[in-house]
């Protein structure tokens, strides 16, 4: 999942990034309302998570004006503005749902991935399937043939950008934009060493590969035919 962050309180936004991220999820940061306007309105998210009181712009003027283009992507409010009247006028505001702080962490994950789930119905798979080889992005399990196989949190964020491009050839640039969130080639083997270990737990042992190198192109994932 896609989410866009626009926190300016820094160890707040720390925290949040590296939390989400290790739940297997890409984060981009605003840390005003200036940025945070302009990534909503050229950039393509699941979910934006919006605190309320911003340097530069207001947070709820930049949901207001999400709505007024059109534009139905989920945003869920955060505030220290807890009272009833706050919630209201968050929601009121174009708001999805809306989060008072202090929060858990837990609750604003579940509340994340419940949005995405309720938005454009069909639009958003919770889950991929590749032959015999299943990802559930919710309970972040994999298995295969029915046995569950344990992946790290990146190398859980590269299977299911493979299987959700299943059958496509995936590039080099597209895995370190998409899994690392990288706009340049850090001149490392780091997709390599990655694809070697998810290889590794996917297709040891078993009677047909599914994870495959496109010599000059990139990777792939697909069912070998018997």
């Not at 989410?3 to 991220?21: G, N, P, Q, S």
């Not at 995405?116 to 992005?137: E, Q």
Request: no cysteine; net charge negative.
């Amino acid at each position: 999942m896609r989410i866009l962050l626009v926190e300016d309180d820094r160890e707040a936004a720390t925290y949040l990034i590296k939390a989400l991220r290790e739940a297997g999820h890409l984060v981009e940061h605003e840390a005003d309302g200036e940025g945070g306007a302009h990534a909503a309105a050229t950039g393509d998210y699941d979910v934006v998570v919006m605190d309320r009181m911003l340097p530069k712009r207001d947070g709820l003027g930049i949901v207001q004006e999400m709505r007024r283009r059109g534009d139905h992507t989920p945003v869920l409010v955060l505030s220290a503005l807890g009272q009833v009247d706050d919630r209201v006028e968050g929601l009121r505001a174009g708001g999805d749902d809306y989060l008072a702080k202090p929060y858990a962490f837990t609750e604003l994950l579940a509340r994340v991935e419940a949005l995405a789930r309720r938005h454009a119905p069909g639009a958003v798979d919770t889950s991929y399937r590749v032959g015999d080889l299943m990802l559930d992005r919710l309970s972040h399990t994999v298995t295969r043939a029915g046995e569950e196989i344990v992946l790290q949190p990146r190398e859980f964020r590269l299977l299911e950008f493979l299987m959700k491009n299943a059958g496509q050839v995936v590039t080099r640039t597209m895995l370190l934009e998409n899994v690392w969130d990288y706009h340049f080639d850090p001149q490392t083997n780091v997709i390599d060493v990655h694809m070697s270990r998810l290889r590794a737990k996917i297709d040891k042992g078993q009677d047909r590969p599914l994870l495959h190198t496109v010599r000059g192109a990139g990777y792939m994932i697909r069912e070998t035919p018997r």
